[in-house]
């Protein structure tokens, strides 16, 4: 299903660090709080020293109430592309294990070669007979 969630890279994301263009990312999600700046109860500074960079552990140790994370909803403009933020967790740049893969399919496949030779057994048992 296509989502129609816009994804913003961390780069992307890293050049908006200004009062005039502040975003910042929480748990995943990108705000733009450059409206809010002037607003904030916690005063701006202490938002622009978290612009344009994940502010997740800077937002949960100021120790938000229930009415500062209702709000923030209004502020969301997009989601972070994990995809190209952490290119060493995704599968293209794991190490694959081939032993263990082997060992995968051999545990998956068992049954073919137990079959083969079971077969090839009851045959081999017919024929004997026939004879
Ligand atoms: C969408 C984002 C944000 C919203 C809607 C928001 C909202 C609020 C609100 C409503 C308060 C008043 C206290 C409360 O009700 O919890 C507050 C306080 C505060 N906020 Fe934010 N905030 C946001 C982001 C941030 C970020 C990114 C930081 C830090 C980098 C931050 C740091 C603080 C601090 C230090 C206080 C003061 C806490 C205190 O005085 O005890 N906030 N914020």
């Known amino acids: 299903m296509p989502t129609l969630t816009k994804l913003f890279t ?14 910042v990312v929480i748990d995943g999600k990108v705000y733009d709080l450059t409206l ?7 005063g701006d500074d202490v938002v622009l020293a978290a612009a344009g960079r994940d502010a997740t552990e800077d937002f949960e140790d100021a120790g938000h109430s229930n009415i500062a994370k209702d ?7 997009g989601e972070l592309d994990v ?3 952490s290119p060493e967790i995704t599968s293209k740049n794991q190490p694959v294990d ?9 545990k998956q496949y068992w049954a073919v070669p137990v079959a083969v030779v079971g077969i090839s057994v009851v045959v081999g048992f017919l024929y004997l007979r026939k004879k």
Not at 98 to 106: A, F, G
């Open 10 to 23: 961390m780069q992307e994301v890293s050049k908006q660090n200004s009062k005039d263009n502040c975003w």
């Open 36 to 42: 809010y700046l002037d607003d904030h109860p916690g």
């Open 71 to 77: 709000l923030m909803g209004a502020f969301c403009i």
């Open 83 to 85: 995809d190209t933020t």
């Open 98 to 106: 081939y032993p263990q893969k082997i060992k995968d399919l051999t």
